[in-house]
């Protein structure tokens, strides 16, 4: 066991984070294992289970054939059976390949059973763009799977979440759909925010589902967001604090279940929200929060109409202007929140 001192001395990418939470609960508990595509010798596209096939073997790690809907079936049968499977759908756009395993079984076949079967297994998968990937291969797409009940997910945004978050979902007995963004993920050939790779305690720990975490306190508007999202956000809070301008930023970390009570408290006290989404910006995540406090308008008082910043209703484009022009940027969080400060709520 290392000592306080040492485990907050050693710093993590968020990629390593994962692979470390997996590795520790793939030795706590001989039931769960990884399947997926480039999961195994790969060590995952963007590094979520490097060193595992060296210290499980290829009975825990398996790669498996390009059939989203096989592996994702496979792991259903498996969790069924009382196993706890890992299954990594290497980019969420391909989501639509296997949704049916997803969202007609995995997320319905508990309550479909009247709660006799249990299904503990964690879908990990890929999101954003910013590297020019292009429209199949650059979208966050989480909305849609915190629309379908029976399905937790969780979006973090640094390392040490990443590790106590994966911890939690493989302990979970129900399927959590675990979203990780490229951006962030620490890979040498990426370029990407630096906030993400942090402190990493060395010893396993959890952090419970929904419960948001406020990164920065703030006094005249809420940034609530998660994922990349938050590491652009610290960014903007910087350059709006030049200006006198406080900001609040809240990193949701999951959006099943969302905490509510985290995001009306900080809205209730700054009396100014900004959603800051790299998702689509129609019937989704900023959509969600800007409708939770309007409902809560009895007990709210805000200065200013709520503000969502998000992608338009385009597909992520290849060239790299255009695509830095649809997803919403450090500059657009700041003007954002300018324009919050002079508008007035009549």
């Given at each position: 066991m290392t000592t306080a001192t040492q485990a907050k001395a050693r710093m993590l990418t968020m990629a390593q984070a994962i692979s470390e939470a997996t590795a520790q609960e793939m030795a706590r508990d001989p039931r769960v294992f990884v399947m997926g595509e480039d999961v195994g010798k790969y060590g995952g596209i963007f590094s979520a289970t490097t060193g595992l096939l060296d210290k499980f073997g290829p009975d825990r790690v398996m790669d498996t054939p390009i059939s989203e809907t096989g592996f994702m079936g496979a792991a259903l049968g498996a969790a069924a059976e009382g196993?706890?499977?890992?299954?990594?759908l290497m980019f969420v756009d391909f989501f639509g390949v296997c949704f049916d395993q997803i969202y007609n079984h995995i997320?319905?076949?508990?309550y479909m059973s009247g709660g006799a079967c249990k299904y503990p297994l964690v879908i990990t998968t890929g999101i954003g763009g910013g590297y020019n990937d292009?429209?199949?291969?650059?979208?966050?797409?989480?909305?849609?799977?915190?629309?379908?009940?029976g399905l937790k997910v969780v979006v973090p945004s640094n390392a040490y979440d990443a590790k106590g978050l994966m911890t939690t979902a493989i302990r979970d007995d129900n399927p959590v759909v675990f979203l990780y963004h490229k951006g962030i993920m620490g890979l040498s050939w990426m370029s990407y925010f630096e906030g993400s790779t942090n402190e990493v305690p060395e010893e396993p720990y959890a952090i419970p589902f929904g419960e948001?975490?406020?990164?920065?306190?703030?006094s005249d508007v809420t940034i609530v967001t998660l994922s990349q999202m938050v590491q652009k956000s610290l960014v903007a809070a910087e350059t709006l604090a030049a200006e006198g301008i406080s900001a609040e930023i809240v990193d949701l970390r999951t959006l099943v279940p969302l905490d509510r009570a985290t995001v009306l408290k900080s809205v209730a006290k700054t009396g100014r929200l900004l959603v800051a989404d790299e998702d689509y910006l129609s019937y989704g995540l900023s959509g969600e929060i800007a409708a939770?406090?309007?409902?809560?308008?009895?007990?709210?008082?805000?200065?200013?109409?709520?503000?969502?910043?998000?992608?338009?209703?385009?597909?992520?484009?290849f060239s790299r202007p255009l695509e830095q022009f649809a997803i919403?940027?450090?500059?657009?969080?700041?003007?954002?929140?300018?324009?919050?400060?002079?508008?007035?709520?009549?």
């Open positions: 196993l706890r499977p890992i299954s990594e997320a319905k076949n508990h292009a429209a199949q291969h650059s979208q966050c797409l989480y909305s849609i799977f915190a629309h379908v009940p948001a975490r406020v990164v920065r306190e703030g939770l406090v309007a409902e809560h308008l009895d007990s709210i008082r805000l200065k200013a109409p709520v503000r969502r910043l998000a992608v338009p209703d385009v597909p992520i484009p919403p940027q450090v500059d657009n969080i700041v003007a954002s929140v300018r324009g919050l400060m002079t508008a007035k709520v009549y």
